[in-house]
C-alpha cells in the first residue's frame, strides 16, 4: 500500500497525537548487540534517549510516550501549534539557535549568540515558529544526530536509519491508551525484560523511577529534577494544575489520559504479566472501570496491546472517529476499522 504524502498524514496546524516509529536500515541491531560481530551498541539507547530529552525542552511539541528497542524505537508525540504561537519571537530565535548554532563552543555546546544572529533569526520568526511545532523536523532533529554519531564512532558514512519514519494518528483517548501500553510493554513482549520497573530505555521506566524519588523524598526541593520533567504528565485533568511549576524541560504540562499515574502504571502492570504468561487471568475488578471509562473492550484489551502494530496502519480509534478520518481523507474504506469494531466499544 502506498504511504500517504506527510502533509496529509500529520496535520502541522492542528493538535494532535501520533504513533511515530523509525527502524534501523535493514532492521540491523545498530543499537543492540550486533550477533555477527558481536560488539555491543547499547550505548546508543542512552543517546537516543539523552537526544530526545534534549528535543523536548526546545520543540513545542509533547513526548507522550517512547520505548528505544535493539533496531528501532517508538516515539508518542503531540503536536502543539497552539504553545508555539505563544512563544515570544526572541524565544523561537533561541531555541532555534540551540538546535542550529551558527558558533560552538571548544566543547561542542551552543555558543553565546551575538545580539545580531538572534535578530536574523528573529525575521524568519513565522518560518521557525511553524517547524517548531513540527514532527517531522523533531523527528530530523533526532534521527540525524543519532545517525552522525554512529557513523563517526565506526568511521563509516551512508544510512543508518530507514529513510522515512511511519506515523500512525491516534484519534481519541481510546487509541492512545492502547498505544501507549503496546510502547511502554515492547521489551516484555521481546523477552528482553520481565517487568515495566526493568524496562529501561521507555518511557514507563522514567516515570517508576521518578514516582519512586518522589515517595523517598516527599516533596523535591525547588527547582530539583527527578527524572520525568520532560515527559508529558499522565493525568490529563489534575487537581491542582495552577500549582504546577512552569515546565522548563517540556512544551506543556497538559496530560494525556483520565487516568492518575498509579492507575496507569497499575494497569500496565497487569497487562505485562498477562503478555508475559501463558494462560492468560481476567482482569481484576478494580481494573475494569478503567477500561470501561475509556470505552475499550474488556474481552480483548491484552490482544489489543500485543497486537496493536499488526492490527492498525495509519490511524487507530474508536469506530466512529476512524468513520471520521475516513470522511477527512475522503476515502471509502479505512484500513484497521474491523479490529477497531472488536477493540473499542
Not at 497487569?270 to 494462560?279: E, L, S
Request: charged content about 30%; overall charge positive; proline content about 5%.
Amino acid at each position: 500500500m502506498a504511504r500517504l504524502p506527510r502533509r496529509d498524514a500529520i496535520d502541522e496546524n492542528v493538535v494532535g497525537v501520533y504513533h511515530c516509529i523509525n527502524r534501523c536500515v535493514r532492521r540491523a541491531f545498530l543499537c543492540g548487540v550486533d550477533s555477527i560481530s558481536g560488539n555491543n551498541y547499547d550505548h546508543r539507547k542512552t543517546w537516543i534517549q539523552q537526544r530526545l530529552e534534549f528535543l523536548a525542552g526546545v520543540f513545542a511539541i509533547d513526548v507522550i510516550g517512547f520505548s528505544v528497542m535493539s533496531n528501532h524505537f517508538h516515539l508518542i508525540l503531540r503536536n502543539r501549534p497552539d504553545v508555539a504561537a505563544t512563544l515570544p519571537d526572541s524565544e523561537i530565535a533561541q531555541r532555534w539557535w540551540n538546535l542550529f548554532p551558527a558558533r560552538r563552543n571548544d566543547d561542542g555546546t551552543p555558543a553565546t549568540p551575538r545580539r545580531g544572529e538572534l535578530k536574523a533569526l528573529a525575521k524568519k520568526r513565522f518560518k521557525l515558529r511553524k517547524r517548531l511545532s513540527c514532527i517531522s523536523w523533531l523527528m530530523r532533529c533526532l534521527s540525524e544526530n543519532v545517525a552522525r554519531r554512529a557513523n563517526h564512532e565506526e568511521d563509516l558514512t551512508g544510512r543508518f536509519f530507514q529513510g522515512r519514519f511511519r506515523s500512525q494518528k491516534l484519534l481519541d483517548e481510546s487509541s492512545i491508551l492502547a498505544c501507549v501500553m503496546y510502547v511502554d510493554l515492547n521489551p516484555i513482549r521481546a523477552d528482553i525484560n520481565k517487568t515495566p520497573e526493568t524496562s529501561c530505555f521507555t518511557s514507563a521506566y522514567e516515570r517508576i523511577q521518578a514516582r519512586k524519588r518522589r515517595a523517598r523524598r516527599k516533596q523535591p526541593a525547588n527547582g530539583e529534577m527527578v527524572g520525568d520533567e520532560w515527559l508529558s504528565p499522565v493525568e490529563l485533568e489534575r487537581q491542582n494544575p495552577s500549582e504546577d511549576p512552569k515546565p522548563r524541560r517540556r512544551a506543556s504540562d497538559r496530560g494525556f489520559l483520565s487516568l492518575t499515574l498509579d492507575q496507569y502504571l497499575e494497569l500496565l502492570d497487569w497487562t505485562g504479566r498477562q503478555v508475559r504468561a501463558d494462560k492468560r487471568g481476567t482482569i481484576p475488578e478494580q481494573l475494569t472501570p478503567i477500561l470501561e471509562r475509556l470505552q475499550v473492550s474488556t474481552n480483548c484489551w491484552v490482544d489489543l496491546v500485543t497486537g496493536f502494530g499488526r492490527w492498525f496502519r495509519r490511524s487507530v480509534g474508536r469506530p466512529p472517529s476512524m468513520e471520521e478520518e475516513r470522511e477527512r481523507r475522503g476515502c471509502r474504506w479505512i484500513q484497521g476499522i474491523f479490529r477497531a469494531r472488536e477493540a473499542f466499544k
